[in-house]
């Protein structure tokens, strides 16, 4: 068959409009294999991290095994040098040394791995009716319903007096028990049924069944609170008081896995903001000899409001980047205000089935690529780092250049909600900021979605960023 000639309209349509419905296609056969490849471990990175901590420890072996060393702010770092900070067990930076001065900025990528979750009161254990229940406090925003009749495992540390800390982690082998959260028959649920949405479950119905065998031999109260303790006492060798010391949360307890009969897409949970911290930190390892020093921060409390000395509303990126250029006789502030950063987290894919939440021109679809956000916050772009459009330029034209296949996001039609990131804290420092990431479906629910070839092109956005 002949090569028909392209029309005059074809021809112009390529040159100048956008057609993203065509990024699905773009990606070749020998792409798509290396797509699903690169999910293969992302899949094991997200069983394997499924907690802030947990994301801190993993990568910090991915990291010594690549030769980066803990950051010591005496030292004057060149090029070629590999650190990394730990913040606490719950945030971590760390960064390869470029071959420019960092008066000319370094390129910051920031991720944030705690994701929404269910989190143990200080006073958790109770008995009611013979059943040992924990009473808990959610974190972040979850739609609370979605959290009930599921499988749930705990993680989390409990630090003793002694000064020792003790590492929990139960629901997760097969052979383990896992625990749920209980939710009412539909026959009885008459009354139930006429609450509205958001508080179909309300916060203080969110209690885990943990129990419901009493403690043989005792005449007293609290049999079935008295056995968990017990069994919890010997297995950790902690008492009750020590919950107060203790961070504990309840996740789900199942496996990423491929979904879809193409599988071209994985459901899991945690991606956010698990996908960005996974493509950035690879990335980063494939650029260990960097043109300009490069700074990759993986933030706690980005659910929350970025607060606490872990989340990004902290100082502690500002005065890494201060310690890193004072030997060198560089001010902290000369480096932030010439630096670069990709805030790295997700965004809202456009859902079918619920498509008056979206404006369809502007929001992100699942398998059209990285996505591009401009501007995050809400009611007339509050509370946002509105990206510049010289930056924007800048990294549009470094995601072309490297063919890595993109799109623009918004989250939500206007005045229909919205969200934030870290992004705005990042600019407050100075630097350049603009969001991009991996669109998902069903966010902050137990089980979220995204496509594989989306979290392969936001590495790929990842690694040009950092390389250029
Ligand atoms: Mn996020
Ligand atoms: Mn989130």
New binding site residues.
Partial sequence: MDKKEKSQAELLKEKLLMNPENSGILMNDEQIGKANAFCEDYKKFLDEAKTEREAVKTTIAMLEKKGYKPFDANVAYKAGDKVYLNNRGKALIFAALGKRSQTDGVKILASHIDS?RIDLKPRPLYEEAQLAMFKTHYY??IRKYQWTAIPLALHGVVCKKDGTTVEVCIGEADDEPIFCINDLLPHLAKDQNQRKLHEGIKGEELNVLIGSMPFRDDKLSEKVKLNIINIIHEKYDIIEKDFLSAELALVPAYKARDLGFDRSMIGAYGH??RVCAYTSLMASLNVDQPEYTWVNILADK??TGSDGNTGLSSRFLEYFIADLAKPHGIEGRTVLMASQCLSAD?NAAFDPSFPDVSEKRNTSYISYGACITKYTGSGGKYSTNDASAEFCARVAKILDENGVIWQTGELGKVDHGGGGTVAKFISKLGADVIDIGVPVLS??APMEVVSKTDVYNTFLAFESFIKA
């Fill in positions: 929404p972040g925003g956010d903001d980005e659910e997700v966010m902050h």
